[in-house]
C-alpha cells in the first residue's frame, strides 16, 4: 500500500511481456493502439538504425517483445484506465479524478 493505494510494479526488463499480454495491453489502449505502446524515440530503437516510420505495426510488436526498452513506460493501470508512458504529473492528474 502506498497512500492508500494498493500498488503492484512490474519490472518488465527481468519479467518480459508474452506476446499475448502485450497484444491484450495495446487491445486495451484502442487507438493508436501499437503507436502509442511503440517507443519511437528510444535510444534502443535507434541504435538499431530502424526509422519508425517505415515499420509496420507487426514490426513493432515483434521489435517490443525482443527489447523491452521499446515499450514505452511507465504503464499504469488505475482501476479500468491504462495509461502509457505518461509523466508523474499526469498519473497524479489521473488518481485526483
Not at 535510444?43 to 513493432?60: I, N, V
Request: charged share 30%.
Amino acid at each position: 500500500m502506498q497512500n492508500g493505494l494498493s500498488v503492484s510494479e512490474r519490472d518488465y526488463f527481468k519479467e518480459p511481456f508474452t506476446e499475448g499480454e502485450l497484444r491484450q495491453l495495446i487491445a486495451e489502449v484502442g487507438e493508436p493502439g501499437v503507436s502509442a505502446m511503440f517507443a519511437s524515440r528510444s535510444p534502443s530503437l535507434k541504435k538499431m538504425g530502424l526509422d519508425p516510420a517505415e515499420l509496420s505495426d507487426e514490426r513493432k510488436v515483434s521489435l517490443m517483445l525482443e527489447e523491452p526498452r521499446l515499450v514505452r513506460r511507465p504503464i499504469v493501470r488505475l482501476d479500468d484506465r491504462l495509461i502509457i508512458g505518461a509523466s508523474v504529473k499526469v498519473i497524479t492528474q489521473a488518481l485526483e479524478d
